[in-house]
Nanobody
Framework: QVRLVESGGGVVQAGESLRLSCVGSGITATMNSMGWYRQAPGKQREWVAGINSLGRIKYADSVKGRFTISTSRDDDKKLVHLQMNSVKEEDTGVYYC?????????????WGQGTQVTVSS
């Protein structure tokens, strides 16, 4: 129904910036809400940020003021971006793009494969 493919992960030094992107293709109605989760080594997966079709945006307290989520379109594809500024070592983890047909997730029905972000000191 929907395919989510993340890109933009890599190794970055603390204090620098990184921009993640996710291309969503498939049934548009399954991407009313899009967002990001992350999972640090040895920790549970945690929600990072989300945006719905009404433009409502929410952030986890741990990233508020540093990360910015946005969406864009490319023909029939929907993209979601995560601009990560002033990154910290604790931002290290695998970042997953998510989508859902509802405007009030979680839960999110669809997940990407993830992209690794490593923040070095």
């Amino acid at each position: 129904q929907v395919r989510l493919v993340e890109s933009g992960g890599g190794v970055v030094q603390a204090g620098e910036s990184l921009r993640l992107s996710c291309v969503g293709s498939g049934i548009t109605a399954t991407m009313n809400s899009m967002g990001w989760y992350r999972q640090a080594p040895g920790k549970q997966r945690e929600w990072v940020a989300g945006i719905n079709s009404l433009g409502r945006i929410k952030y986890a307290d741990s990233v508020k003021g540093r990360f910015t989520i946005s969406t864009s379109r490319d023909d029939d594809k929907k993209l979601v971006h995560l601009q990560m500024n002033s990154v910290k070592e604790e931002d290290t983890g695998v970042y997953y793009c998510v989508s859902d047909g509802s405007d009030n997730p979680p839960p999110y029905d669809f997940w990407g494969q993830g992209t690794q972000v490593t923040v070095s000191s």
